[in-house]
């Protein structure tokens, strides 16, 4: 069990790592650079975005004979967060003969790479991609590739190199069968350290002389323990915000706890009304779990960000950050989503909709965190539309995002739910241009009581992503979009 203060240990090409003495913010992206010299892996932009610095880190499989692998954005996860699991550089695809992985000799092959800077982070998503696709769809290629930025090759001799790569089908799958042995030596405790009082001791990862400490518990009562003990501790999920605030406003919070090996937060649960999804639930498993059911909320989950974003993103992280653009919100508020806040030992149920109290503000109490999503499943006549509106398609900040659910109950819509995000301080309802729909048939709604219900519910501000003119029109047009197949029905 890896409880040793100040040390860091992982599995990288079957031999353990440890990782001493570093700080609790070092990037995996500085540690495999300036430490291990695997200087393949680039850094671009240093906020997850370009992908040059793809990596793989993978866990035991739930039968324990086997790694799964997520591609990862490494310059925006921190090095702490590795302890127990393993990692694939883009040096390790070399097999021992010297020969190269299919992906790199066909991208080669296929002229795919020009000046070089971003092919290893392409090589090591294509990679990811078919450890678990032996044979993508061009759709699916394409979405892996969706967070690696070229600006020098163009992407159809990539795309075409993929397509080469994987007719060799016994080749694309990794050996990492000498790490699975490796990865049990080092996995974390999966039950709290008690004192012999029977109280809780969370074991910190690392421990600085100034008693600042990175923790990674395993079980939601250490969680709750140490919120209570120590409130002002920075939550570590997906680490797609605190990475940007460790690399762009060098910020050092006192006390870090990563949520991502606490097996209660990463579970899914349903009933025949419901999913309730832990907080450590990654948002790619939450657009795979909800695709069938609402595939337009599972569209905007896809542009959220690129895999390696959304591999590690969580839910329960998106709704807690509470940025006025989060895009997963206005399509939970439309559905009725609620959360469980928890404090201690005690649970209380709030509706998303009513959790925020202003900008980047909400109801939680000191100590108190998210430990699950609930998600109620769609009833029978329920119509769900759901829309994001970016300057660019794919993997960019939102200007709206609009979300509506709703029945038709003699030809009128009936049940109501609006919401957006981008038109306020925080993703919230609009209960007045709900009132302008509620009881009217679709062909009774008018552009201008929209247009009224809009500029009554809001206060007009322009932005950076876009004027309020434009907003305010984009607001209206995608509730009258939504609403228009029920026209055409009707």
């Known amino acids: 069990m890896t409880q040793v203060s100040n040390t860091v240990r ?37 906020e997850g975005d370009c992908g040059a610095c793809v990596v793989m880190v993978g866990e035991l499989n739930a039968a324990g004979n086997g790694v799964d692998y997520v591609p990862v954005n490494s310059c925006i996860q921190l090095l702490p967060t590795l302890d127990g699991k393993s990692v694939k550089t883009i040096e390790s695809l070399k097999k021992a003969d010297g020969s190269l992985h299919p992906v790199q000799d066909e991208m080669i092959k296929c002229h795919g790479s020009q000046c070089g800077f971003c092919t290893p982070g392409i090589v090591m998503s294509l990679v990811n991609l078919v450890q678990v696709l032996p044979s993508p769809s061009r759709q699916q290629i394409t979405d892996s590739l969706s967070g690696n930025l070229c600006r020098c090759t163009g992407y159809t001799p990539i795309i075409d190199a993929a397509f080469k790569a994987v007719e060799k089908k016994s080749e694309l ?70 990475g940007l605030q460790v690399n762009k406003k060098f910020s050092r919070p006192e006390h870090i706890m990563y949520l991502g090996n606490v097996a209660e937060l990463r579970q899914v649960t349903e009933t025949a009304q419901a999913w309730r999804m832990g907080a450590a639930v990654s948002l790619t498993q939450v657009e795979t779990l909800i695709a ?61 909709e009513n959790f925020y109290t202003g900008m980047k503000k909400n109801v939680m109490e ?51 739910k609006l919401a957006y995000n981008g038109l306020a301080p925080s993703p919230c309802r609009a209960p007045k241009l709900e009132a302008v729909l509620e009881g009217k048939s679709p062909t009774a709604v008018k552009a201008a009581d929209l247009d009224a219900a809009i500029t009554a519910s809001f206060t007009a501000r322009d932005g950076l992503r876009a004027t309020w003119a434009y907003r305010a029109l984009v607001a209206r047009n995608l509730v009258i979009d939504f609403i228009e197949e029920q026209k055409e029905v009707a």
């Open 10 to 46: 992982f599995v990288l090409d079957s031999k353990i790592v440890e990782a001493q003495g570093e700080r609790r913010t070092t990037t995996v992206l500085d540690y495999l650079r300036e430490q291990l010299q695997r200087t393949g892996t680039k850094e671009g932009c240093a």
């Open 173 to 242: 799958k990794l050996d990492d069968h000498a790490d699975v042995a490796l990865l049990k030596e080092i996995q974390r405790a999966h039950t709290p350290t008690l004192t012999l009082d029977g109280d809780i001791i969370v074991q910190p990862v690392v421990r600085t002389k100034k008693g600042n400490e990175f923790v990674s518990p395993a079980t939601l009562a250490e969680v709750a323990d140490y919120l209570l003990k120590n409130p002002t501790t920075t939550l570590l999920a997906g680490s797609t915000e605190i």
């Open 366 to 416: 000191a100590g108190e965190f998210i430990e699950a999503v609930e998600l109620p499943k769609p009833v029978a006549g329920q119509v769900f539309r759901a829309h994001k509106v970016s300057k660019r398609f794919e993997q960019d900040i939102s200007a709206t995002c609009a979300a509506i659910s709703y029945t038709l109950q003699g030809g009128k819509l009936s049940g109501v």
């Open 292 to 352: 069938k059911a609402y595939p337009d909320f599972a569209e905007v989950l896809r542009r959220f960000g690129s895999p390696p974003i959304r591999s590690t993103a969580t839910l329960a992280g998106n709704i807690a950050n509470g940025s006025p653009i989060g895009d997963s919100m206005p399509c939970l508020m439309a559905l009725g989503a609620s959360l469980v806040l928890r404090r201690g030992d005690k649970k209380r149920k709030v509706l998303l």
